[in-house]
């Protein structure tokens, strides 16, 4: 997270439930965005993050 801050000036972190503790991932900008509905806002309206998923032909 924090080369990506370093580097791009911001970063993403997402917090899910885990089975005994929350998962927490960080995510570059380069494959997530957000919208916020003010500048002053701290938390987004829409997050969209793009992933990668496997199948038997390779990456998708």
Not at 30 to 51: E, F, I
């Amino acid at each position: 997270m924090h080369r990506a801050t370093l580097k791009y000036g911001w970063s993403y972190t997402t917090v899910l439930p885990g089975d005994t503790t929350p998962v927490i991932r960080d995510v570059s900008p380069r494959n997530m965005t957000a919208v916020y509905a003010d500048d002053a806002d701290p938390w987004p309206v829409y997050a969209l993050q793009r992933k990668t998923s496997w199948t038997p032909h390779g990456p998708r």
